[in-house]
């Protein structure tokens, strides 16, 4: 058990809806990442949050947004749902943030399901 | 942008036989990092690699960086039926934005007793 720990564990919404996914990090990471990851493929970047801020973004539209918390729990929302987003949404957290050399603690993440 | 390539997509494995899998990137990593993830489960941390070189073993598991630092590779001896799942590798840039990692396709492995 990696102490990551997401809600819900699985999600079914309908096109057009929005979706808010919750992520509690392990105790004393204050770095949070939140990755897609697509049936039979690898994890996609969304972004990333350290100490509350915005550290890092991958190549998804602005209808996925995010928050880090002051204690460093993370919430994704993602708007207007498409069914291409129809996947497993995983959060990881690591110690310190500004490092790109840490190892990520994933959490058991949350499958999404759009119809 | 960056782009991480694993190959071979799936590996279909005797027990008791070793295999490979090659992880590339197209362009220089500041450091490599493998994960591994069971059916219906979540990537776990397996190693991290950060000098040209490098070499690390995790008892049957021996991975290595290579030397321009643009590609890795995971190699399994005496593959158990415990090593079935799927296996990533992640990079991170030279010149990073934003502290991603980025994640290969994997490489899903199946053990045959």
């Known amino acids: 058990e990696t102490g990551v720990t997401q809600s819900p564990t699985h999600l079914i919404k309908t096109r057009g809806q929005q979706v808010t996914l919750r992520c509690s990090s392990q105790s004393g990471h204050n770095t949070v990442s939140w990755y897609q990851q697509a049936l039979g493929q690898g994890p996609q970047f969304i972004f990333q949050y350290y100490r509350e801020e915005e550290n890092g973004r991958g190549n998804f539209p602005p209808r996925f947004s995010g928050l880090q918390f002051p204690n460093y729990s993370s919430e994704l929302n993602v708007n207007a749902l498409e069914l291409d987003d129809s996947a497993l949404y995983l959060c990881?957290?690591?110690?310190?943030?500004?490092?790109?050399?840490?190892?990520?603690?994933f959490g058991s993440g949350t499958q999404l399901s759009v119809l | 942008g960056q782009q991480v390539m694993q190959i071979p997509q799936y590996q279909h494995v005797q027990e008791g036989e070793d295999f490979t899998t090659y992880c590339n990137s197209s362009?220089?990593?500041?450091?490599i990092q493998w994960y591994k993830q069971r059916p219906g489960g979540h990537p776990v941390f397996l190693i991290q690699l950060v000098k040209s070189g490098e070499v690390k073993k995790q008892k049957r598991l021996t991975f290595q960086f290579g030397e321009a630092k643009k590609n890795s590779s995971l190699h399994i001896t005496a593959t158990q039926t415990t090593d079935v799942g799927t296996y990533f590798c992640?990079?991170?840039?030279?010149?990073?934005?934003?502290?991603?990692?980025?994640f290969g396709g994997g490489t899903r492995v199946l053990v045959k007793p």
């Open positions: 990881a957290s690591s110690p310190g943030g500004q490092v790109s050399y840490e190892k990520l603690f």
């Open positions: 362009t220089t990593l500041s450091n």
């Open positions: 992640a990079g991170v840039r030279a010149v990073a934005a934003g502290n991603k990692l980025t």
